[in-house]
């Protein structure tokens, strides 16, 4: 959920400053550019706290996977079908005359 929030928090932030700098007169395609790198600065300074989070977020989750290793990548029905698959693929190679 924290990633959540902090992707939440940044399309405001720009929204807000591409609001802001349409309000202030620039209407051409480069607000867009101005509003990404001004928000790009703001979200730098401000959301420290929801990035820290996210950041702790997604390392807990690749630290979990690592623990794992392969067996959590797949879903309970789609790490069955590979395994049924693996061992079909093992006993067709121990089989002699086939491909």
Known sequence: MPLVIYSV???????????LLWLAGMRSWLVVVVAALVAWGLSYVLLRGPRDAAAKQLAARA??????????RFGVRAQEDADLEDAADEAARREPGTA
Do not use: S, V, Y
């Open 9 to 19: 928090l940044r399309l405001a932030l720009f929204g807000a400053c591409l609001g």
């Open 63 to 72: 630290e979990r996977r690592q623990a794992l290793g392969d067996r959590e």
